[in-house]
Structure formats: structure tokens, C-alpha cells
């Protein structure tokens, strides 16, 4: 995480902000463009050398669908090498939900395309060649289907490894500041049961005097012995599960009070990759019309029922426009920097205000999958630097570059 508190600092970090399996993501994305783009060849080639005027047309309707892929393919590859170009402001991040939004938009004229084209099919029946029809919808299915298994194999989750911390970080540090000094407390727990840790920063180590009692949502409290552990104070006790408490630190007769919580990595959306998320789509489309082809051809060729084939593509357009409408609402709202996730905002300001300060201002928006941009205004209870809000806010992982006022 930067934290931004001068203009000499701001210019001193970078701003790339791509995700984190880019690159395998690229590489898969050109691979399914190179299959695709043989079967589009070898259809069309071969509907000319035997008269099939259905391969040549399924050969152009694969075109449509590499030239989707191929948009998400340059989408990566342009990230990629413009990443360190320090004229775009916030990095190269969003150029995945650029991409994806106008993805989108071709899945929702493709779908325009389908519904008008079975819609006068109905009203119009034509002559069906069942023997050419239904071995190209199977062989489209099948290279659809492997395009998918491409895009989708070797994915990356979104959640992060802590190294044997299972699902949770709570090597969460807090400074509490004193009249004798800045005090640094965190629930440690490196390949030890989890226990607080009292230590100063940069000076002795503070008094034994010392006991924190918790005070969990549901108002259950629990007091915390410290005993001298070398540079550093340690509850003798236990932390029990979930870390999610207000730490009241009582040092003397002065009380400084704190707040736990789970360590945040944002909602999943956050770290969706919006660019391979059309790609798939476009595949999974393509595959979904195929497999209702395939059903309505049979069922009209078995019956006899010919309105079989254009229902299946009034079918096939609506759940193609269903899923092009859910792409254009995440991507635009990301392109437009609307709030990625209400409830991270909420605990930000949770956050900053436990201790008395007021966040006066807030922005927060998506730089690109995984990252988080934040604008942070705080009027802090008591005159406190940049870096005492930038330990309150270490536990969010997805903000990678955060913005610091200080309103005295």
C-alpha cells in the first residue's frame, strides 16, 4: 500500500495496477485465438472445396467470435507494455473493463443478430439440411468447449496465501500513541497460538503495568494479562476466534482504545478479472447456442417440427442478452469509478473513526483487478502524521494506492 501524505512522496512509487495472473491470462486468451482461428479457416476452405454454403457460414460466425477474443487478447498485451507509461494517472488496470464493456456490447448486437434471425425463421420456415447442420453445431460445440477448458485452466484464486495462515492475516499491527511514546500493538500468531504483542517504536520497551481487555460485537468482554517476553510485552492468555474486537489498553491509569477486525480482502468482485470474465462468456455463449441448436435440430429432424430450431434461438438470444447486461452494469460502473464495494467503504471509515478522528471525505474506486485507489480526508481527534491512519488501514489488501489529508 502507498500512502500519499506529500507530493515528493506521491511521485516516488509506481502504478501498476494490473492483476495478478495477467500474463498467464494474456497467454491463454492468444492460444484460444489461434485455435479458433484454424477452425475458422478450415471451415471455410472447406465449405468452398464441397459446396456447403452452412460450413462457410459457421466459419464466418467463427470469425465474429475470434475477433471477440482477439479484443481481449490486445486489451492484455496493451496493459502490459504501457504499464510503467507515467501519462496514464492511475496505471493500465482498466483497460481489462474496456475491453470487457465492449465485449458486452458485441454479445448484445450478436444477440440482437440471433433473436431477429430466429424470429423470422418462425414466421418464415426454411429448409433445414439436417446432415450438414448438426455435425458443424457438434464440431462448434467441441471447440468451444476447449476454448472454455483454455480460459479457465490454471486459474488463480482472488484470496491471498498467508503462509499457514489458513483463511485470515492477523499479524495486524495498531500504533497507539502516548504521551511517552508510540506504542505498536498486533494479534501475532507466525506458528504460535495467537496472542497480543505490546512493543514500542523505536524506544524501551513499554512498562509491565499493562492489560488489555477486549470488547466483542455482541458485547462479550475478556481482560488479557502482559507479561515481559525481551523487547516486547505478550498476553499470557489466548486469543480466541474470530479477531474482531475493540482493544481497550490500559497502561497506568491512561486507557487507549483500538479496533480488531478480521483481516479484509474485499468483496470478490473487487478482484474480477472483467476482460477474461467476457472472454469466457463469448465461449460459454457460443457453447450454449450450439448445444440448443443441436437439441432443436434433432427434435425437428425426429418430429418434424422445424419451429424447433428458431426457438432454440430465441432461447439462446435472451440468456446471451441476460449475461452481455450483467457484463455492461459491472463494467460501466467500474469505468464510471462508482464504489466497488459498499461495505469496504463502510469498514474504512470504521476504521479511521475508532479512535475518535472524523473521515470528512471519501472516494474509492477500482484501479484494476485486485487493486483499490482510495482519497482519504481525515480530522484527526489529536494532530497525528500520515502514517498513523496508514497502520489503521494495512489490513485491506486491496488498496494499493491511497491518498492521505490531514485537516487540522
Known amino acids: 500500500m502507498s500512502i500519499n501524505a506529500t507530493p515528493a512522496e506521491s511521485a516516488s512509487h509506481q502504478h501498476i495496477f494490473l492483476g ?31 459446396g456447403s454454403i452452412a460450413l462457410v457460414a459457421d466459419g464466418l460466425h467463427m470469425s465474429t467470435h475470434a475477433g471477440a477474443l482477439l479484443l481481449a ?39 440482437i443478430l440471433i433473436g431477429y434471425e430466429s424470429v423470422t425463421r418462425l414466421l418464415a420456415p426454411v429448409q433445414i439440411h439436417f446432415a450438414e447442420a ?85 458485547g462479550a468482554t475478556q481482560v488479557f494479562a502482559l507479561v515481559a517476553r525481551g523487547e516486547f510485552l505478550e498476553s499470557v492468555a489466548e486469543i480466541p476466534e474470530p479477531h474482531a474486537f475493540a482493544a481497550t489498553v490500559e497502561i497506568g491509569t491512561e486507557t487507549y482504545t483500538t479496533v480488531f477486525e478480521e483481516h479484509a480482502h474485499g468483496h470478490a468482485a473487487t478482484g474480477r478479472d472483467n476482460n477474461m470474465r467476457a472472454a469466457i462468456i463469448h465461449v460459454i455463449a457460443d457453447a450454449a447456442v450450439s448445444v440448443l441448436v443441436i437439441v432443436g435440430l434433432i427434435l425437428a429432424r425426429a418430429f418434424g417440427w422445424l419451429w424447433m430450431d428458431p426457438l432454440a434461438g430465441i432461447i439462446g438470444a435472451c440468456v446471451i442478452a441476460s449475461w452481455s447486461y450483467g457484463l455492461i452494469r459491472d463494467t460501466g460502473a467500474i469505468l464510471l469509478d462508482r464504489i466497488p464495494d459498499p461495505k469496504l467503504a463502510r469498514d474504512l ?24 485507489g482510495a482519497i482519504v480526508s481525515v480530522c484527526p481527534k489529536e494532530p497525528c502524521s500520515a502514517d498513523y491512519y496508514r497502520s489503521k488501514l494495512a489490513r485491506f489488501d486491496s488498496l494499493s494506492h491511497v491518498t492521505i489529508e490531514i485537516q487540522q
Not at 498467464?24 to 489461434?34: A, G
Not at 510503467?84 to 482498466?94: E, L, P
Open 20 to 50: 495478478d495472473g495477467h500474463a498467464q491470462s494474456e497467454r491463454k486468451t492468444w492460444t484460444v485465438i489461434w485455435l479458433c482461428g484454424a477452425m475458422m479457416c478450415a471451415e471455410i476452405v472447406g465449405g468452398l472445396l464441397f
Open 73 to 111: 487478447a490486445l486489451a492484455y498485451t496493451y496493459a502490459r507494455r504501457h504499464a510503467d507509461n507515467t501519462s496514464f494517472t492511475f496505471g493500465t488496470g482498466k483497460f481489462g473493463d474496456l475491453a470487457g464493456f465492449t465485449s458486452a456490447i458485441v454479445l448484445a448486437m450478436i444477440a
Open 349 to 372: 471509515r470504521t476504521t479511521i473513526e475508532s479512535d475518535g478522528s472524523k473521515l470528512t471525505d471519501l472516494h474509492l474506486w477500482r484501479l484494476g483487478p485486485g487493486h483499490l
Open 134 to 218: 448438426i455435425p458443424i453445431a457438434c464440431v462448434g460445440l467441441a471447440v468451444n468447449i476447449a476454448s472454455a477448458w483454455l480460459l479457465s485452466s490454471g486459474g488463480h484464486h482472488h484470496g491471498h496465501s498467508h503462509g499457514g495462515h489458513d483463511d485470515h492475516e492477523h499479524d495486524e499491527a495498531h500504533l497507539i500513541k502516548t504521551p511517552a511514546g508510540e506504542l505498536i500493538l498486533e494479534v501475532f500468531e507466525d506458528g504460535v497460538p495467537p496472542r497480543f504483542r505490546l512493543r514500542a517504536a523505536g524506544s524501551p520497551r513499554p512498562t509491565v503495568n499493562t492489560r488489555i481487555t477486549t470488547v466483542r460485537p455482541g
